[in-house]
C-alpha cells in the first residue's frame, strides 16, 4: 500500500498539516472510461483550430472587455445621440430581461462545441462505479480562471448513462447579456440553494463548483489550490436531501490562462460575486493556451438522508470528501504531462 500527502492550509493562520491518503491500486468494477487518456495531442484539422480559436477569442473576449464596450455605448449615445448606439443598447438590454427556456439541444450538440475540446484535447475519465438508479452531486474542483472542463462536459454526461445532470453556475452570469442565454441555453441553474434544492428534489444530479470564484486568485503554475475546508455547504444539502456526493477534479484548468492578481479585484469580486480579474492566453489576448485538460470522476461517497444532519456528521462526510479528492488528485494527475510531481493544497 503506498501513501500520498495533501496539504491541508488554513486560510487564516496559514499553518499546514498533512493528511495522509490511502491509495489502493484496483479497478473499480462498472468503472467507464469516456475516453482514453493519451499523453499525445488528439489530431486537430486546421478549420477546425481555426474555428476553435476564432469563437473563443470572441467568447472570452467579450467577458472580458464587455462591460468597456457597453460604458462606450453609454458614452456615444450621451455624447452624440447616437441611433446605431441605441439600437445596439435596446438589443443589449433585450438580452438582459428576455425569457428563455433551456437546454436548447442544438446548442449543446452544436459542432463548434467539438472544436473546443479537439483544442483542449478534452477526456474525461471516471474511475468510480456510477450507479444509474442513483441521484448524485458531482462537486468539481477547481473553478480557475474559467472552468474550462466544467464548461466542455456540459454534454458529456449523457455517455454515462446515469441520470440527467443539472450544472448550477453563479446566479450573477444569469443577468449578464449573451452570457446569460448560454446559461439557459445549456441548461444551466443559478447556484442559489433554493434553486439547487428544487431540481434535487425532483429527482435530479447536480453538478456544483463548490470553490467558486475565490479559487480564481490561488491559481497558481506551481501548486494546485482548491477553497474546501469552509466549504461545507454543499455537504450539508446532500445530507438533507440523501445525494450521494461524487468528486470530480479537472486537471489542466489551471493552466489556460494567466491573470493580474489584484486584491482591490479580489475584494471586490467576492462582494458582487462575480470575477473581476484580467486575464490572457495565447498572443495576450483572450484565448486560452492550447494545454490538454482531463476531467476525472472519482467513486461517489455514499450518503445517508437526515434533514437535519449534526454538524459531526457533516464533519464526517466532508472528511470524506477531502480525503476522496485528494485521493483522486494525485492517482490521475500524470495524465497532464509534466503534472507528476504536482502537489494539491486545500484551502
Not at 32 to 40: D, F, L, P, W
Not at 250 to 274: A, C, E, P, Q, V
Not at 276 to 297: A, E, M, S
Not at 323 to 337: M, R, T
Request: aromatic share 12%; hydrophobic share 45%.
Amino acid at each position: 500500500m503506498s501513501t500520498t500527502e495533501v496539504s491541508y492550509c488554513s486560510p487564516v493562520l496559514e499553518e499546514q498539516k498533512e493528511v495522509e491518503v490511502d491509495i489502493q491500486p484496483h479497478v473499480p468494477k462498472g468503472s467507464i472510461t469516456i475516453s482514453t487518456v493519451q499523453h499525445q495531442q488528439i489530431s486537430q484539422s486546421f478549420l477546425s483550430s481555426i474555428v476553435a480559436i476564432i469563437t473563443m477569442t470572441f467568447m472570452f473576449g467579450l467577458v472580458l472587455y464587455g462591460p468597456l464596450l457597453l460604458v462606450g455605448l453609454i458614452t456615444r449615445l450621451i455624447t452624440d445621440a447616437s441611433t446605431t448606439c441605441f439600437t445596439i443598447l435596446l438589443v443589449i438590454f433585450y438580452l438582459t430581461i428576455a425569457p428563455s427556456r433551456g437546454p436548447w439541444k442544438t446548442f449543446l450538440s452544436h459542432p463548434i462545441w467539438a472544436t473546443w475540446r479537439e483544442y483542449f484535447n478534452f477526456k474525461v475519465i471516471c474511475t468510480g462505479n456510477l450507479n444509474q438508479s442513483r441521484q448524485l452531486l458531482f462537486a468539481e474542483f477547481p473553478h480557475a480562471v474559467f472552468p474550462m472542463g466544467f464548461w466542455l462536459s456540459a454534454t458529456s454526461y449523457k455517455e454515462l448513462n446515469i441520470r440527467p445532470v443539472t450544472f448550477a453556475v453563479a446566479s450573477v452570469l444569469f443577468r449578464v447579456p449573451i452570457i446569460r442565454c448560454f446559461c439557459f441555453w445549456s441548461g444551466c441553474v443559478p447556484a442559489v440553494r433554493k434553486s439547487l434544492v428544487e431540481l434535487l428534489d425532483r429527482g435530479e444530479s447536480l453538478a456544483i463548483l463548490p470553490g467558486g470564484i475565490a479559487e480564481i486568485f490561488v491559481q497558481s503554475r506551481d501548486v494546485e489550490y482548491v477553497f474546501l475546508s469552509e466549504r461545507k455547504g454543499f455537504v450539508r444539502m446532500a445530507i438533507e436531501m440523501g445525494v450521494d456526493i461524487v468528486p470530480v477534479y479537472h486537471l489542466g484548468n489551471t493552466s489556460l490562462f494567466d491573470y493580474s492578481n489584484s486584491s482591490f479585484l479580489t475584494r471586490w469580486s467576492r462582494k458582487l460575486r462575480i470575477s473581476l480579474v484580467f486575464f490572457w492566453g495565447r498572443f495576450f489576448l483572450p484565448l486560452p493556451y492550447r494545454k490538454p485538460v482531463v476531467k476525472v470522476i472519482g467513486e461517489p461517497i455514499p450518503v445517508k438522508k437526515n434533514s437535519n444532519p449534526s454538524a459531526d456528521e457533516i464533519n464526517e462526510v466532508h472528511s470524506k470528501f477531502v480525503e476522496a479528492l485528494g485521493k483522486l488528485f494525485h492517482e490521475n494527475k500524470h495524465h497532464i504531462p509534466g503534472w507528476e510531481s504536482k502537489q494539491l493544497v486545500v484551502l
